[in-house]
């Protein structure tokens, strides 16, 4: 697949092998990077070359072309700034699917941040721990794949199921299909068994 892998380079060498770990993972696993950047953006940053190698236009340029050629968005997010923010709303408005990862508890002082209040069926955010990092990756390009494929099903319901959905269409102002596909969402997004499934998708 096709993948847009980008992270900070605010507190760039402390995370480092966490970054280039998840690029060389997705490399190894035969996806493409819409843009590698992280090896030369190293090699400035150990140069001192940071203010002179770059066009932060053409840049910015590559980085939004980069991510509307995706399938996928993976951003590791640990360092959070507008940069990151920014290209994490450029993903969702470009309907890809898109990661945020955040290595352990992100420091905050309510139990969720400004990011949970999007409504998104393809966002998906997680805190990982290093060794469950690439386990985590594996199962969201599982599960996203195809993602953009759409299916037609012809659903029965009984009245009880029917009358709800007619309550909800006009109390909550949401299509019948709508609330449908929230509820399943939910029950995908919770379902720990299906994560296993698709986390044992080979791996190489």
């Known amino acids: ?6 992270c900070s380079t605010a507190d760039f060498f402390k995370y480092r092998d966490s970054y280039f770990g998840i690029r060389n993972f997705l490399i190894s696993n035969d996806h493409t990077l819409t843009r590698d950047w992280l090896p030369h953006t190293e090699k400035a940053l150990q140069e001192g070359r940071i203010d002179i190698a770059f066009n932060i236009k053409k840049i910015y340029q590559d980085c939004i072309k980069s991510i509307k050629e995706a399938d996928l968005v993976i951003i590791e997010d640990t360092v959070s700034n507008f940069s990151t923010g920014h290209q994490i709303t450029v993903a969702l408005q470009s309907k890809k699917p898109t990661l945020v990862l955040w290595q352990g508890k992100k420091h905050r002082h309510f139990k969720q941040m400004f990011i949970h209040g999007i409504e998104s069926d393809i966002l ?6 290093p060794a469950d990092l690439y386990k985590l990756i594996n199962t969201f390009i599982n599960k996203y794949e195809n993602a953009t494929e759409k299916n037609r099903f012809h659903l029965i319901l009984n009245n009880v199921e029917r009358n709800y959905l007619d309550w909800a269409q006009f109390t909550k102002n949401k299509s019948r299909t709508k609330v449908i596909k929230e509820a399943l969402k939910i029950v995908i997004d919770s379902d720990k068994n299906y994560d296993n499934y698709l986390s044992k998708h080979d791996i190489i």
Do not use: A, L, N, V
């Open 1 to 6: 697949m096709k993948i847009y892998f980008t």
């Open 124 to 129: 998906q955010i997680s805190e990982y721990e």
